[in-house]
């Protein structure tokens, strides 16, 4: 005898996009850990990518990296929406769901493409 399992299979709905970051405008909101990690992933996959990166604080981990790569622009001040206009791709790195929340939504309301 065999039995029948119901299988509830979950549904992804995100959509995997490949980027040419190279020649894309890139803005990086959060200089701690979580900025970090963003931007190492990026220069290593990407290192040509014009990256301005802007926190209230940076990380001295962030500040090496950026030392390293000509492309990178370090801005350690809080997050204006003028931030945003030159930007193709945004990806918010802080730590906080309801500041994540309001930067996504200045982001939008610019049309720019979000990752948080």
Do not use: Y
């Not at 900025?35 to 990407?46: Q, R, T």
């Not at 193709?88 to 948080?116: F, G, P, T």
């Amino acid at each position: 005898m065999t039995s029948e399992k119901h299988v509830t299979r979950e549904t992804n709905k995100l959509f995997p996009v490949f980027l040419k970051l190279e020649e894309l405008s890139l803005l990086i909101v959060g200089g701690g850990s979580v900025g970090l990690e963003k931007l190492h992933a990026i220069v290593h996959n990407s290192p040509g990518t014009s990256i301005k990166l802007v926190a209230i604080s940076i990380c001295d981990s962030v500040k090496d990296l950026a030392g390293k790569h000509k492309t990178i622009q370090l801005f350690e001040r809080p997050f204006e929406p003028a931030d945003l206009d030159d930007a193709d791709l945004v990806i918010v790195a802080v730590n906080d769901k309801q500041v994540s929340l309001a930067l996504w939504e200045a982001a939008k309301a610019k049309n720019k493409l979000v990752n948080i």
